[in-house]
């Protein structure tokens, strides 16, 4: 049996979690190709008007999957953490399918909804593996390796690895280069490198090297999180967010890059909290907006000028404020 898996949002985040547990019960995991300019406008035209960019790419992702599957895997996630939420798009995502895209083979949509009970992380696994087999040991099995896949994916990242690589099975190389910087944001937005536009490729051709929030371990991210007056009961939020603070505590980092969709209610606020933190630490931050339309070249022209801004703070005018402060040049205070 081929279960098929859109290469889009929460992809990057659980991918080897349900590749486990599919393969456990004997499925064959079939993976929809990378993202394209086909796979997008595919997914613009299937979706609804208001949907944010990672929605499109989803679409186009699960047209790219029809007649080569026998189901299509598309979870209904609800909550992903006790006490929390994940945003409302989620929920409603195999309805949405459903409604926009013509000739779709069976869809799995097991229901994730662990914010009161984490027990029922387990009925929503046997939910998913009563289509492949009426074996519940096999099922239980399953689940228990994909946790332990889980725990495996998150210690490797913690290790400072790349989640591409990780993804890949392939060892990072982790060069040091002469700035670092971190690229922050939805993991669909920051890791699939059609909608990036190779950020990632660019900023190792420009001898940048980078750290993203998986490579922060969550225990430091809690922690962060924590401190702030209110709960953040988004869960990737509460990644970032933490993530950010972390970055502007301890100063680790030349500046900062957040990837945000067009139109995402839950990065207007995200984002915007991750910008104020950073400058008050006075760390460059550069809000990067996609959608359909964004291009190649006004892109690299900003990622430029930004690196550029850096690299002049360092070198020459290590001290002028940005803000307005007071203003250096050199050891001469003005
Ligand atoms: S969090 Fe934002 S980008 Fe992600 S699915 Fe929801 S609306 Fe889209």
Not at 56 to 63: E, M, N, P, S
Not at 121 to 129: D, H
Not at 138 to 160: D, R, V
């Amino acid at each position: 049996m081929k279960i098929g898996i859109p290469r889009a949002l929460l992809y990057y985040q659980y991918y080897r979690v349900w590749k486990t547990f599919f393969t456990t019960l004997g499925a064959e995991v079939v993976l929809s190709d990378k993202t394209t300019k086909d796979i997008l406008d595919n997914g613009v035209v299937a979706t609804v008007n208001d949907a944010c960019l990672p929605l499109k790419v989803f679409h186009g992702a699960v047209i790219n999957l029809i007649g080569k599957v026998d189901y299509i895997f598309i979870p209904r996630l609800k909550s992903v953490a006790k006490g929390e939420y994940i945003c409302p798009k989620f929920c409603g995502l195999p309805d949405m399918v459903r409604y926009s895209v013509k000739n779709l083979p069976p869809i799995i949509d097991t229901e994730v909804n662990i914010r009161k009970k984490p027990r029922q992380l387990y009925k929503a696994f046997l939910s998913a593996g009563l289509y492949i087999t009426k074996d519940k040991n096999l099922i239980k099995l399953a689940y228990h390796k994909a946790l332990f896949e889980n725990a495996l994916f998150i210690e490797k990242l913690e290790k400072g690895n790349a989640l591409l690589d990780v993804l890949a099975n392939k060892k990072s190389t982790n060069k040091k280069g002469e700035l670092t910087v971190a690229v922050l944001g939805h993991k669909y937005n920051v890791y699939d490198q059609y909608v990036n536009m190779n950020l990632f490729e660019n900023l190792t051709k420009n001898n940048v090297s980078v750290i993203t929030a998986e490579n922060i371990s969550d225990k430091i991210c809690n922690d962060y999180a924590a401190k702030l007056p209110k709960k953040v009961f988004w869960s990737f939020a509460r990644k970032l967010i933490g993530a950010a603070n972390h970055l502007a505590k301890e100063n680790i980092v030349d500046g900062v890059i957040y990837i945000m969709s067009f139109g995402c209610g839950i990065d207007s606020f995200v984002a915007d909290i991750c910008e104020r933190t950073l400058r008050k630490n006075k760390t460059p931050f550069f809000l990067m907006m996609i959608d359909e339309h964004s291009g190649q070249g006004g892109f690299n022209t900003r990622l430029e000028a930004f690196l550029d801004m850096i690299k002049w703070r360092r070198k020459d005018d290590l001290d002028i404020s940005p803000y307005g402060e007071r203003v250096y040049i050199g050891k001469d205070a003005i």
